[in-house]
């Protein structure tokens, strides 16, 4: 649904994207990541249309995105990081204005604005100018407008930006409602945004792709290692660090005097014969165990894992590698 083939986009002698190549199925929810600098924003850019590549290819719902091609640019919903809202309009007359550049006819427009504005839950601000409303509204507003047109294709940079808690839950949701009628691609440097809302993930770095897959698939390559969890009546940070397999321990005190001990494995350690260990030792220690088990490596220790490893010049990408070049790959300083 969503296909990047080489692309490419040069400032001057600096390059951005560096032959990006990845791939989104249809129906997906694509987590897109990479570090401030990365190129994440210029491929979006390119992506969309709204920026055109030095080199390579982009489709969408398999329509080559060139320049003026309006019907691959009408499958497209885009929300950029700044919700592009016009100030001197209402935000029925902004979704509607929308809904009329992206080709939705007049007898079905007004239909189409109502329920947009509905599943952004931005409805009782419908009659207000949206230069009045809160950045939270904006960004809702944004989406309502990225959606008017039924996309089948939705792409997000930073949509939870300026969002409540409670908000965000609803975006979530709204996410998981979307992606029945469409394929989306989101860009967060909010890592568990990413990891509560996508089930698969594009890694960049210095333009270049650094890892691609299903979340599972993303973990295999970042962590390497397992985790466990021990809750303990005394800080065991000694004695686990002398137990076989252990790379690393953390021990915080919980509220109620119990310790929670954090467990890194190292590399191909087995994480059932770790658990049986630890625990033995905790109890010939005569330090009380009421908790062991394996716990989620959080997505923020397997992205810098993958980013580790590239900049050491492994590759980890489980796509088609990206070609790659020499010198300053970003822009310094710059956004990416």
Request: some cysteine.
């Amino acid at each position: 649904m969503i296909e990047a083939n080489g692309i490419v986009k040069r400032f001057g002698r600096v390059i951005a994207v560096d032959h990006v190549t990845f791939s989104v199925p249809a129906g997906a929810v694509c987590g897109f990541l990479g570090p401030n600098g990365a190129g994440k924003t210029t491929t979006i850019r390119m992506l969309v249309g709204a920026v055109a590549p030095d080199a390579g290819e982009v489709s969408m719902a398999g329509l080559r995105m060139d320049a003026g091609s309006s019907q691959a640019r009408r499958v497209v919903g885009y929300l950029p990081e700044e919700s592009p809202v016009e100030p001197d309009l209402t935000v029925n007359e902004f979704v509607g204005f929308r809904a009329e550049l992206y080709g939705v006819p007049r007898r079905l427009r007004a239909d189409a604005v109502a329920r947009a504005l509905a599943r952004c839950n931005v409805t009782d601000v419908r009659h207000r100018l949206c230069g009045q409303l809160s950045k939270g509204y904006r960004q809702r507003v944004g989406l309502a407008a990225a959606i008017v047109h039924a996309p089948r294709v939705l792409v997000l940079d930073e949509p939870t930006s300026g969002l409540d808690p409670s908000q965000v839950i609803d975006f979530r949701a709204l996410l998981q409602d979307l992606r029945a009628e469409t394929t989306i691609l989101l860009s967060s440097h909010v890592l568990a945004e990413v990891e509560a809302s996508c089930d698969r993930a594009v890694l960049i770095d210095s333009g270049r792709v650094v890892a691609a897959g299903t979340m599972a698939e993303l973990r295999t390559i970042g962590a390497a290692s397992e985790r466990l969890l021990v809750e303990c009546a005394a800080d065991a940070s000694t004695a686990l660090r002398g137990v076989r397999g252990v790379r690393a321990v953390r021990c915080t005190r919980l509220a109620d005097g119990w310790f929670a001990c954090e467990i890194d494995a190292t590399d191909g350690a087995d994480a059932t014969v770790l658990a049986e260990e630890s625990g033995r030792v905790l109890v010939l220690a005569g330090n009380a165990v009421r908790r062991l088990e394996r716990s989620a490596i959080p997505l923020e220790a397997i992205v810098r894992r993958i980013l580790a490893g590239a900049g050491a010049g492994t590759s980890t990408a489980t796509a088609a590698p990206s070609r790659a070049s020499s010198g300053p790959q970003s822009l310094p300083g710059a956004k990416s």
